[in-house]
């Protein structure tokens, strides 16, 4: 999956008005509205696409596995606005306004676990809605034995899940929901990459 981008600079969602202009001329963070087919009809702030108006923006979200079909996982930060402090995905990110999705794995991991030289393989795309949110979950698998550094700032902890482990707390709150789902639906394509 890859967006596609308008020639022109993408509208702003939804069209500003006098009142609401000032408060989207600060933000420092837009993210691309898009089409189910990854076309980009339009941008919008952060704080929009999470208001629980639910335009459809892309994320993307690696999970690294090792040769011992060890899972790692990060611990959100506690700073965060949506399900904080609990266990996901080893990288989950927005992906920002005229940026690729391979270019968002990249920064994201980056960012997050000081994480440069891998190889993502695509997995799975699907759409995810929420109660604030609606987004595009572009998927990848990792297989490798990494040394990781994951920025505080971003999230409380990392560290690597035996299987079994992830089995015994599902449904248990210590994981997101999102987390719970697609691991489910990705664990067959996931360990068949080792």
């Given amino acids: 999956m890859e967006l596609t981008y308008p020639y022109d600079i993408a509208p702003v969602v ?3 008005t006098a009142v609401s202009m000032p408060e989207r001329a600060v933000s420092s963070e837009w993210f691309p509205i898009v089409e189910p087919s990854g076309l980009v009809i339009g941008r919008a702030t952060r704080s929009y696409c999470h208001s629980g ?20 996982l990060q611990k959100r930060s506690m700073k ?6 609990r266990w996901d995905t080893a990288v989950g990110g927005h992906v920002s306004y005229g940026e690729g999705i391979l270019e968002a794995v990249y ?25 604030i949110e609606k987004e595009m979950v572009n998927v990848f698998g990792v297989v490798g034995s990494y040394e990781l550094h994951p920025d505080l700032d971003e999230v409380d902890e990392g560290r690597w899940w035996e299987l079994a482990d992830i089995d015994a707390n599902i449904g248990k ?3 997101t929901p999102n987390f719970e789902t697609e691991f489910t639906m990705i664990r067959k394509d996931l360990l068949a990459l080792l």
């Avoid at 965060?80 to 402090?85: A, E, S, W």
């Avoid at 994480?115 to 393989?121: C, D, G, K, L």
């Fill in 80 to 85: 965060k606005d949506i399900q904080p402090g």
């Fill in 14 to 16: 939804p069209a500003p």
């Fill in 173 to 175: 709150g210590v994981f």
């Fill in 107 to 131: 920064r994201e991991a980056s960012e997050e676990l000081g994480f440069t030289e891998f190889n993502p393989i695509h997995i799975e795309t699907y759409l995810f809605e929420s109660e």
């Fill in 53 to 72: 108006k639910k335009p459809l923006h892309p994320v993307i979200h690696i999970h690294i596995i090792d040769r011992f079909s060890r899972i790692y």
